[in-house]
């Protein structure tokens, strides 16, 4: 039976909510997966997710990158809350420091086995937290956003990094994809980048049906990414 439970927890004296999802049927610890939101913030989108995961054998942490109670009530809101940690990348950076260690400290995850995955903004939040040297077995950016932090590092990536990107995403032209590819090059990351064709931005969204604005749910490529997140995660986290 899957479980999902609503956890509070703290970073920096501010109170994040975000819900956790596991199989009871499985006695043992298990792997973690963080799920890294839209702009909008935490929401159904992504506890659907982490219960996914958590059918997959993983447990799966919807986390909270705005706060308690903090979610988006419009696109202007939620460009407006995710512009507060575009302009500081060293505080997305503790948020989504702050939930691994709460996923990694969760009584059923292994805490040897910890990857993250994120959607639109998310991925940029994933990317981030590789970009960092975590401690993580790796990632995956769905469609994300892939523009570095001015944050410097000089050492390399730790963990293996999967890009599936929509070839017509507005919000990661090809020019920007290839310039991720080199700067996760430049870092020594083990790295994998599939780009779909005739496919946008939010690719894995239902609800996403504004293909005028190069932002359309694709069916087939949301199929195909998810095959391969699978594929990816067997393989990442099985490895100690």
């Known amino acids: 039976m899957i479980i999902t439970e609503t956890i509070e927890y703290t970073i920096s004296n501010r109170i994040y909510e975000g819900k956790i ?49 903090i979610r988006a009530d419009s696109p202007d809101h939620a460009q407006k809350l995710m512009d507060v940690l575009n302009a500081d990348r060293r505080e997305l950076l503790v948020r989504m420091e702050g939930a691994l260690t709460e996923l990694r400290h969760h009584s059923e995850v292994d805490e040897h086995s ?16 590789a970009r960092s040297g975590a401690d993580i077995k790796g990632v995956i950016s769905f469609h994300g956003v892939y523009d570095s932090p001015s944050i410097e590092y000089a050492f ?70 998810w095959k391969l997140m699978r594929s990816f995660l067997a393989e990442v986290l099985t490895q100690h």
């Open 114 to 129: 910890i990857a993250a995955i994120g959607f639109c903004f998310g991925g940029k939040c994933v990317l981030d937290l």
């Open 21 to 69: 999802s596991w199989d009871n049927s499985m006695k043992q610890q298990k792997p973690g997966v963080l799920v890294a939101p839209t702009y909008a913030g935490q929401s159904a989108f992504e506890e659907e997710k982490s219960r996914a995961l958590a059918k997959l054998g993983y447990v799966g942490f919807a986390l909270d990158i705005y706060g308690k109670g």
């Open 156 to 225: 390399p990536i730790k963990s293996s990094i999967l890009i599936l990107h929509g070839w017509d995403d507005p919000l990661g032209t090809p020019s920007q994809t290839v310039a991720l590819a080199q700067e996760l090059t430049a870092r020594s990351a083990d790295w994998q980048m599939l780009a779909f064709g005739h496919t946008g931005h939010a690719f894995t969204n239902p609800n996403a049906q504004s293909p005028e604005s190069g932002m359309m749910y694709n069916v087939q490529s949301n199929d195909r990414a």
